[in-house]
C-alpha cells in the first residue's frame, strides 16, 4: 500500500512511473515536491484513497527500463538535463511562439482566450530561454569545477525560484487553454497548439523535478 505520507519528490524519485498519475491530477511534484502526498490531496479536494489506488496500480504495472538519476554522477546528470530537456525547449519554444500566435490571429475573433494563450507562450517562452542561457553559460560549468565556487548557493536558489515561476506560468496556461481541450470545430493548426503546449508542460516538470530535487540537493541541501 502507498505511504501517503511520502513526500511528492520522493515518490517521483523512487517511482518516476508516479508522474504520470501525478500529472493526470495536476498534483505538483516539482515546486510542492517537499509536501507530502496526502497534503496535496487535502489542498487541492482530490480523492487521497483513489490517487494512492491509482498510484499503486502504477508501481505494479511499472517495466524497468529507465535510469534512477540519483545513481549519476553529476556531470552525466548535467548532460541528460541538457540532452534531452534543454534542447527539447530550444526546439520547441521558437515553433510554439509561432504557433500560438498564428492561431490567436485566425481564431482570436472567435474564441478571445487564444489571444491571452498566445501572450502567455511568449512570456513563458522568453523566461525559460533566459532560465537556460543562465544555466548552460554559468551555474552548470560552476558545478563541474573543482572547486564549486561559493557563488553557486545563490545561483542554485535563484534557479529555484525561477522554476516557481515558470510553473505558476504553467498553471495559469492549462486554465486559460482549459486543460488543452479542443472543440469540434478546431483546425489542425489548433489541436497541434494544445497538444504540444501539454507536452511542453509534462517535459518541463520532469526537468524542473530533476533540477530541483536531484541536483540542487548535491551542493544546497533542503
Not at 68 to 78: F, Q, V
Not at 132 to 137: F, K, Y
Request: charged content about 30%; aromatic content about 4%.
Amino acid at each position: 500500500m502507498f505511504d501517503p505520507q511520502s513526500s511528492l519528490a520522493a515518490i517521483v524519485l523512487d517511482h518516476s512511473e508516479c508522474a504520470v498519475v501525478l500529472d493526470r491530477y495536476r498534483i505538483d511534484y516539482c515546486c510542492q515536491g517537499k509536501r507530502t502526498l496526502a497534503e496535496s490531496c487535502a489542498a487541492r479536494q482530490l480523492p487521497l484513497a483513489e490517487v494512492t489506488r491509482e498510484l499503486d496500480l502504477a508501481i505494479s504495472r511499472l517495466v524497468p527500463v529507465s535510469i534512477d538519476p540519483r545513481t549519476l554522477g553529476t556531470r552525466d546528470l548535467i548532460t541528460r538535463v541538457i540532452a534531452k530537456h534543454h534542447e527539447y525547449l530550444h526546439r520547441s519554444l521558437p515553433f510554439l511562439r509561432g504557433l500560438s500566435a498564428k492561431v490567436a490571429r485566425v481564431h482570436g475573433d472567435r474564441e478571445p482566450e487564444l489571444l491571452s494563450v498566445a501572450i502567455l507562450v511568449d512570456k513563458l517562452a522568453d523566461i525559460l530561454l533566459a532560465h537556460l542561457e543562465e544555466e548552460e553559460s554559468s551555474l552548470f560549468p560552476d558545478l563541474l569545477s573543482d572547486p564549486v565556487p561559493p557563488r553557486v548557493q545563490a545561483a542554485l536558489a535563484r534557479m529555484e525560484a525561477e522554476h516557481e515561476e515558470v510553473g505558476t506560468r504553467l498553471e495559469e496556461l492549462r486554465v486559460i487553454a482549459e486543460d488543452y481541450v479542443v472543440p469540434d470545430w478546431a483546425c489542425t493548426s489548433y489541436r497541434t497548439l494544445m497538444e504540444e503546449l501539454a507536452a511542453l508542460e509534462a517535459d518541463t516538470l520532469r526537468h524542473v523535478h530533476l533540477e530541483n530535487h536531484v541536483l540542487k540537493p548535491r551542493f544546497l541541501p533542503d
